[in-house]
């Protein structure tokens, strides 16, 4: 049974940093892009940051570009988000999805796989 299971959200403070987790299992996901999304409140989820199998590859949104880093440790099919200078906006319940191709891709629709998120809350 594939699963991916989300850690490390919390409330931090606006200018704070965060770092989540996610652990794969079920399957072999070292060639796999990983990537996380949010959603907050009465918006639509987004692309956050993906990374490639081999670490070769990483993709960021904008609104994150310099603030978060995405890496990853394969042996132990595990996904990071190192979160610094975090902003109210970066309120979200944050997902790890896994992509079975070995393109990064930005698009939720690409992605095989979900976790069921963990809920980060800056306060300002």
């Known amino acids: 049974q594939v699963q991916l299971v989300e850690s490390g959200g919390r409330l931090v403070q606006a200018g704070g940093s965060l770092r989540l987790s996610c652990a794969a299992s079920g399957r072999d996901f070292s060639i796999d892009v990983l990537g996380w999304f949010r959603q907050a409140p009465g918006k639509e989820r987004e692309f956050v940051a993906a990374?490639?199998?081999?670490?070769?590859?990483?993709s960021y949104a904008d609104s994150v570009k310099g603030r978060f880093t995405i890496s990853r440790e394969n042996a132990k099919n595990t996904v990071y988000l190192e979160m610094n200078s975090l902003k109210a906006e970066d309120t979200a319940v944050y997902y790890c999805a896994a992509d079975r191709s070995f393109l990064v891709s930005k698009d939720e629709d690409d992605y095989d796989y979900w976790g069921q998120g963990t809920q980060v809350t800056v306060s300002s």
């Open positions: 990374i490639s199998g081999r670490s070769e590859g990483t």
